[in-house]
């Protein structure tokens, strides 16, 4: 059973970096059938796509975070990792990390998420 948790700080304060981790559980992350994707949810809003980290570490980002965002991974840990830089209150959000099935694109397996706040 694949299971995935996303952890980090709970509160950013205003212009620093936001830096979240998913750890993968029960397959590993270089599998070539799977890509692992970032999604939030701003509160009140729907789901906002990030990013994706494919199977051999390439990266695609969404446009709207293009910028600020940086997805990375840790084979030796199976973990995956978010940035965002220069936050601002707008990035409130709980974030998801989720395996993608690469043939079908669709999702299968989503961590819990985790509240992230920016505040002062």
């Known amino acids: 059973q694949v299971q995935l948790q996303e952890s980090g700080p709970g509160l950013v304060k205003p212009s620093q970096t936001l830096s979240l981790t998913c750890t993968v559980s029960?397959?590993?992350?270089?599998?070539?059938?799977?890509?692992w994707a970032w999604i939030r949810q701003p509160p009140g809003k729907g789901l906002e796509w990030m990013g994706v980290?494919?199977?051999?570490?390439?990266?695609f980002y969404s446009p709207s975070f293009k910028s600020r965002t940086s997805i990375s991974r840790d084979t030796s840990k199976n973990q995956l990792s978010l940035q965002v830089t220069s936050v601002t209150p707008d990035d409130t959000a709980v974030y998801y990390c989720?395996?993608?099935?690469?043939?079908?694109?669709?999702?299968?397996?989503w961590g819990q998420g985790t509240q992230v706040t920016v505040s002062s």
């Open positions: 989720s395996r993608v099935q690469r043939v079908g694109h669709y999702y299968d397996y």
């Open positions: 029960g397959g590993s992350i270089t599998i070539s059938a799977y890509a």
């Open positions: 980290i494919g199977y051999d570490g390439t990266t």
